[in-house]
């Protein structure tokens, strides 16, 4: 059964950082393209940010690049979402999502909620 589970959202001010995790499992980790989405209160879901399964080349949304990194450690089979310079905009839940290919999400965590004081 895959399982991915996200942690580290909070509340935190405006200029302040946050840093995401999510530990996947049942999964062959280093085969999938991983993925972070983001759901406003009121909005749709969008993209934030992906990272490939070997190059680890990374892609961002126009509205978080420059201030959010993605990277991934195949070894502990969990990818990270480092958020600097947080704006109250960036306030929703965040998903980690997995796919066998870029552009694919097959699966989805149950998320985190990050919130953005200003």
């Known amino acids: 059964q895959v399982q991915l589970v996200e942690s580290g959202g909070g509340l935190v001010q405006a200029g302040g950082s946050l840093r995401l995790s999510c530990a996947a499992s049942g999964l062959a980790f280093s085969r999938f393209a991983m993925n972070w989405f983001r759901q406003a209160p009121g909005k749709e879901r969008e993209f934030v940010a992906s990272?490939?399964?070997?190059?680890?080349?990374?892609y961002y949304a126009d509205s978080v690049k420059g201030r959010f990194t993605i990277s991934r450690d195949n070894a502990k089979n969990t990818v990270y979402l480092q958020m600097n310079s947080l704006k109250p905009e960036d306030t929703a839940v965040y998903y980690c999502v997995a796919g066998l290919r870029m552009g694919d999400y097959d699966y989805w965590g149950q998320g985190t909620r990050v919130t953005v004081s200003s």
């Open positions: 990272i490939t399964r070997s190059t680890g080349d990374t």
